[in-house]
């Protein structure tokens, strides 16, 4: 483990963001692995710093000055860096032939954050996700106690516990081939933990939370990512920290650069985020980061994530370019099994409150090139719709209800007649074959891909795949939407 090394002392006391950003380059680009410990510290004591109620007047003024740090001293960082790992090595018997880590060493180290955090407090606030937090104010978040646990385990020479992050949860993996897993922390409110069980084959497993079992599996490298994407810039529920936020961003593009977000979608989507915001000169647009974020999710993980296609969305949206939210919206619909509280959420917005207000929009009359025009925005909006009514079918309890078909009936009556009858519903294989003999373009459920597996999009043909009501997901065919 690289460790808190002179090369990393010299550049203490920290004044500003390059700084910062040098002592992270300096881990990542170490022979040895990078530091999780002091540098959730370092960022946690910089993000308290600048977001505490004490000094939070303060900051929503102007920054005095870019690049400005309140000064951060060795010694703090020394104190909380020895108080993390004197807990680790007390706590955890050193088992001399040290080889992988057992499911009871991992349990050991989540009893060990769990046992020391306080006994009840507001679990989803802000800023309880670093270490500074757990070691000033026993503290953490859901994401915060798998982070330490992996932070903790690397301190105690275990190199092959790893940080596994769904879009919704945290767990670890470890052993010689890295595929045990065990759950650390808890998920939810009022639901049991299951810290120490390892994550189910099962229907779970194949569930959003657990992202159809596509887990996005950290190196050393992506868990600096992932800690650096859960900075908190938030000062209030409407202002950031201005220097948080640059933080984040310049560490975001390191990373980046270094190749170590290629198969993070949600940590490109973070900075996309923040480049809409306030854009980087020369960099990667934030158009184009998003579009990443959903192609890694497609190379990487069997576009099993939804987040990215809601990245997108929303940049589309904000940006009043409805059609393409749409698609997004629609693509991020083909991917959900909705069985869980948070992503029911997004699509709720989705559907009751962000396209109604494009219909509202759009049908005021004076959009020019209105997409009520557009049979292939009817068939995204279908398919949008039809994947939310798969998980009425395929979920236990039943969930649409009336808030939801009141807002789809009016948003399908905004399309003209003759618009919606440009929409074919083709319901089987051989027609889908013919259509794409005939237009020689087929589209597949997510890729829009011409035959000969260019991409494009033409309006004379917008086929998209709606899901079988009655078979499942592996069904050997779709009946799709056709727009002629
Ligand atoms: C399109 C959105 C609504 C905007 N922000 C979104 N985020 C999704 C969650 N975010 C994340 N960003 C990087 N890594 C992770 S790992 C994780 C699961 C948690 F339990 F560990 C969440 C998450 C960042 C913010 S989705």
């Given at each position: ?41 370092v960022a ?39 108080k ?17 880590a ?15 955090l ?68 808890w ?15 099962g ?31 938030s ?8 220097e948080?936020?640059l ?64 990245y ?173």
């Amino acid at each position: 483990m690289a460790g808190f090394r002179d090369l990393d002392k010299v550049l203490f006391p920290i004044k500003s963001i390059n700084n910062v950003v040098q002592l992270f380059r300096n881990q990542l680009e170490s022979p040895s692995e990078p530091d999780l410990a002091l540098l959730s510290i370092v960022a946690g004591v910089i993000e308290n710093s600048l977001t505490s109620r004490s000094n939070a007047a303060l900051q929503v003024c102007e920054p005095v000055e870019q690049n400005n740090l309140p000064i951060l001293e060795i010694k703090t960082v020394e104190i909380l860096y020895d108080k993390f790992r004197s807990i680790m090595l007390n706590a955890v018997d050193q088992n001399k032939a040290k080889g992988f880590a057992t499911r009871d060493l991992v349990k050991k180290v989540s009893d060990v954050i769990w046992n020391s955090l306080t006994r009840s407090y507001y679990k989803d606030r802000a800023h309880l996700q670093s270490l500074y937090s757990f070691l000033s104010g026993n503290k953490l978040d859901c994401f915060g106690v798998a982070f330490a646990v992996v932070a903790g385990c690397q301190c105690l020479g275990y190199n092959d516990v790893h940080l596994a992050l769904s879009e919704d949860h945290a767990w670890v993996i470890f052993g010689e081939n890295g595929t045990e897993t065990a759950e650390v922390t808890w998920h939810g409110k009022g639901n049991e933990d299951k810290r120490g069980q390892e994550i189910g084959k099962g229907v779970s497993a194949r569930s959003w939370l657990y992202v159809n079992n596509k887990p996005v599996i950290c190196t050393r490298h992506m868990e600096v990512a992932a800690l650096v994407s859960a900075i908190n810039p938030s000062l209030n529920s409407t202002h950031d920290a201005y220097e948080v936020a640059l933080l984040q961003q310049e560490l975001l593009w390191l990373l980046y650069e270094l190749g170590h977000l290629k198969k993070y979608p949600m940590a490109i989507g973070n900075l996309g985020d923040l480049e809409e915001i306030a854009a980087t000169e020369g960099k990667v647009p934030c158009k184009d980061l998003f579009q990443e974020a959903v192609t890694s999710a497609r190379s990487y993980y069997s576009n099993q994530h939804v987040y990215p296609y809601t990245y997108q969305g929303g940049y589309f949206y904000r940006n009043k370019m409805y059609e393409e939210a749409f698609e997004s919206w629609a693509n991020a619909s083909d991917v959900i099994r909705l069985d869980d509280e948070e992503i029911y959420k997004e699509f709720l917005e989705i559907a009751n409150e962000l396209i109604p207000h494009i219909m509202k929009i759009e049908s005021s009359g004076f959009s020019a090139n209105t997409i009520l025009k557009k049979p292939k925005c009817f068939a995204d909006l279908l398919r949008f719709y039809d994947g939310i009514c798969q998980w009425e079918e395929g979920s236990a309890t039943p969930v649409l209800h009336i808030g939801w078909a009141k807002p789809l009936v009016l948003t399908i009556s905004k399309f003209d007649a003759d618009v919606r009858a440009q929409v074919n519903i083709v319901c089987d294989k051989s027609e889908e074959d013919k259509l794409l003999k005939k237009n020689g373009t087929y589209f597949n459920n997510n890729n829009y891909e011409k035959e000969n597996g260019s991409t494009a999009v033409s309006d004379s043909v917008v086929s998209t795949n709606v899901k079988n009501h009655s078979d499942k997901d592996n069904s050997p065919f779709h009946p799709s939407i056709e727009a002629l």
